[in-house]
């Protein structure tokens, strides 16, 4: 047996994955240990949830990988810094400090924080992200693309992956960013950069594209290849603690907005006008990787691969047959890829073909169950396309089986019900179709920022009010921004204009023209935000302004609880989609353990907490007191 560790850290989403004789065994993100949100520290618990789930001691490691080469980012960073001197010199002194004491010593910090003495291993930062789009996919042969904003200086790559084997081809180098690009954009309009540039993708269709040709004329040249040119007079971020400065205060008009403010058109505006031009260059990249390999297939990782609708745009133009997405797109993947490229790079393993990953996997999901226990978990007998990779649904985090969540509920003396294993998927169905909010925790937690119905909050997405109530009693996040939904995926296509997987949200689709709802003009006369309240289908809780969806797709033999309650919502409503959004609230990472369900239950206005099979209603519940440590540590992001 061979065991690598993978890590990533120091930038944000930090997080730890096992592979055990090139098998994806567990994968977390440290922050749903820490519960701080996107925490970027070194992810010695996600490490030690690693080891504990493949029954390991850090002693029997074979290798531990690093996601990038802090030297070569070091390097970067000071020459940087070298060449915008002095301008540069209020973030120099904030930064060399943790790199001198701590960021270069990875070695030595793994070897205190986990007892490991062995040799580490350097990937390069889009090395780990192509390893982690390529490997785990359900191709034999793909090219793989990865944005992001920078690694230790490319921005891109383009790879191509054929069996075992990926090689890079290209890369864009900092300070000219795709990603770096939208994080202003992001910062100029009030959100937080590395966890609010989903916020502005959902404000985009609230706005006109009225600034795409400034944005492409003063900030940003885009060549027929996608490779990108930033005009960096309009850019703080190379040499300032800001991303955007006086620059970008002349050409949109005024101040980047404050945070928590108001909104204004002029925010929506440029959401819309930069996601525009996000999407022409990710359709050009993806354009230039087909004619540069032509290849079939695509895989795609990096942060900018978790921008969905653009994902959508080109999973529509079918530039390639097909594309596949990391559902850790973002720095956690770092550490799948890191361990993989280890095991087929650095060893020199085979690639096992799809047909015997499939095999692997089908095995392993049979042993899913409620209780956790082997049992028949079934595969689908829909007639529907095989579909199998690496990533086994994403589930790679911890659970909690139902006689150890009983014993913690009796010890706490919270009300609770039992339900057979069997009828609960038409308990929560029921609920649902009363108008209920059900927070749900079942099965192994999800690895990467979506919540895929281990960790979810479901509603009835039939309900017009649904979305705003889910915001704001549930959620505590701003109004405008869509909720998702899940479809059984035998029956997607008869409900969004997608015929085919999306099984981890990272795919915007229509929802079906039959379905729709078209607006009156007095209701199209609306402005910006007041357009929410207006119903656009039949389903107008994940039915955004624009028609758009961020759809995930279940099936049977990747999630079958999930999938049973989906059925029997359909089964009772007519209806085979809920709302699925994470359970989490606002600056909260997603819950992972029993106890961070219950929390996050009693601080909302959830109707019901689902765990495994024990249902607790909120009436009944004893009075909750919010902790001063946890009144300290939650901040709104």
Same mark, same amino acid.
């Given at each position: 047996m061979a065991a690598i560790l993978g890590l990533s850290a120091y930038y944000h989403d930090s997080a730890a994955c096992l592979l055990v004789d090139g098998k994806i065994v567990a994968a977390a993100q440290e922050e749903r240990f820490t519960r701080k949100k996107h925490d970027a520290e070194f992810p010695a618990r996600a490490a030690r949830y690693c080891l504990e789930a493949g029954g390991l001691a850090a002693g029997q490691l074979d290798h531990v990988a690093f996601y990038d080469k802090p030297l070569l980012k070091f390097e970067r960073l000071f020459e940087t810094y070298l060449e915008y001197a002095p301008r540069g010199f209020p973030s120099f002194r904030k930064s060399m400090p943790l790199w001198i004491t701590d960021r270069l010593w990875m070695s030595e910090r793994i070897g205190k924080d986990l007892g490991y003495g062995g040799r580490v291993l350097f990937s390069e930062h889009h090395e780990s992200h192509a390893a982690s789009a390529f490997y785990p996919s359900p191709y034999e042969e793909a090219a793989v693309l990865t944005m992001d904003g920078v690694g230790e200086w490319a921005t891109s790559s383009l790879g191509m992956g054929s069996g075992s084997r990926l090689d890079m081809l290209s890369e864009l180098k900092f300070p000219h960013s795709i990603g770096l690009l939208y994080s202003a954009f992001t910062y100029f309009c009030g959100f937080k950069v590395n966890s609010g540039e989903y916020k502005l993708m959902g404000l985009a269709p609230y706005g006109e594209p009225k600034y795409a040709g400034l944005i492409r004329d003063e900030l940003v040249h885009v060549c027929e290849d996608g490779s990108?040119?930033?005009?960096?007079?309009?850019?703080?971020?190379?040499?300032?603690?800001?991303?955007?400065?006086?620059?970008?205060?002349r050409l949109f008009g005024g101040p980047a907005r404050a945070p928590e403010s108001r909104l204004t058109q002029r925010e929506m505006d440029l959401a819309r006008s930069i996601q525009d031009v996000t999407e022409e260059i990710v359709l050009k990249m993806a354009r230039h990787a087909k004619k540069t390999t032509g290849a079939k297939y695509l895989c795609l990782a990096g942060g900018v691969a978790l921008n969905c609708v653009a994902n959508g745009k080109l999973h529509e133009a079918r530039v390639f047959d097909d594309i596949w997405i990391q559902?850790?797109?973002?720095?956690?993947?770092?550490?799948?890829?890191?361990?993989?490229?280890?095991?087929?790079?650095?060893?020199? %393993?085979?690639?096992?073909?799809?047909?015997?990953?499939?095999?692997?996997?089908?095995?392993?999901?049979?042993?899913?169950?409620?209780?956790?226990?082997?049992?028949?978990?079934?595969?689908?007998?829909?007639p529907l396309p095989p579909y199998e990779d690496g990533m086994s649904g994403a589930f790679l985090g911890p659970s909690y089986p139902s006689k150890q969540i009983q014993a913690w509920l009796e010890s706490k003396h919270y009300p609770y019900r039992t339900i057979p294993p069997a009828e609960l998927p038409g308990e929560v169905a029921e609920l649902l179709a009363a108008g209920k909010v059900v927070g749900l925790l079942q099965g192994r937690m999800e690895f990467g920022p979506r919540a895929l119905g281990g960790r979810s909050i479901l509603g009835d997405p039939r309900s017009p009010a649904m979305q705003?109530?889910?915001?704001?009693?549930?959620?505590?996040?701003?109004?405008?921004?869509?909720?998702?939904?899940?479809?059984?995926?035998?029956?997607?296509?008869?409900?969004?204009?997608?015929?085919?997987?999306?099984?981890? %949200?990272?795919?915007?689709?229509?929802?079906?023209?039959?379905?729709?709802?078209? %607006?009156?003009?007095?209701?199209?006369?609306?402005?910006?935000?007041?357009?929410?309240?207006?119903?656009?289908?039949?389903?107008?809780?994940?039915?955004?302004?624009?028609?758009?969806?961020?759809?995930?797709?279940?099936?049977?033999?990747?999630?079958?609880?999930?999938?049973?309650?989906l059925a029997a919502f359909r089964d009772l409503t007519g209806c085979p989609v809920v709302v699925n959004t994470s359970f989490n609230v606002r600056g909260e990472p997603i819950v992972c353990t029993p106890e961070d369900a219950y929390r996050c239950f009693m601080r909302t206005a959830m109707d019901a907490l689902v765990l495994e099979n024990h249902v607790l209603a909120r009436d009944g519940q004893p009075a909750f007191a919010e902790t001063e440590d946890w009144k300290k540590t939650f901040a709104l992001d």
């Open positions: 990108i040119r930033l005009n960096m007079e309009f850019f703080d971020f190379a040499d300032r603690l800001t991303m955007t400065g006086a620059g970008f205060e559902p850790a797109a973002g720095d956690a993947g770092g550490a799948v890829g890191a361990a993989l490229a280890v095991w087929h790079r650095h060893l020199g %393993m085979p690639r096992e073909s799809a047909e015997k990953r499939g095999a692997w996997l089908r095995k392993e999901k049979e042993k899913i169950s409620l209780n956790g226990k082997e049992g028949d978990g079934g595969a689908s007998t829909d705003s109530v889910m915001n704001l009693k549930i959620k505590f996040r701003e109004s405008f921004r869509p909720f998702a939904p899940s479809v059984l995926r035998e029956e997607a296509a008869a409900w969004f204009e997608l015929d085919g997987d999306s099984p981890y %949200m990272l795919l915007c689709a229509d929802v079906a023209k039959n379905l729709r709802r078209e %607006m009156t003009d007095p209701e199209r006369a609306l402005w910006g935000i007041e357009k929410l309240n207006v119903p656009r289908s039949s389903i107008p809780a994940v039915t955004h302004v624009d028609y758009s969806a961020r759809l995930q797709t279940v099936r049977k033999e990747t999630n079958p609880v999930y999938h049973a309650i």
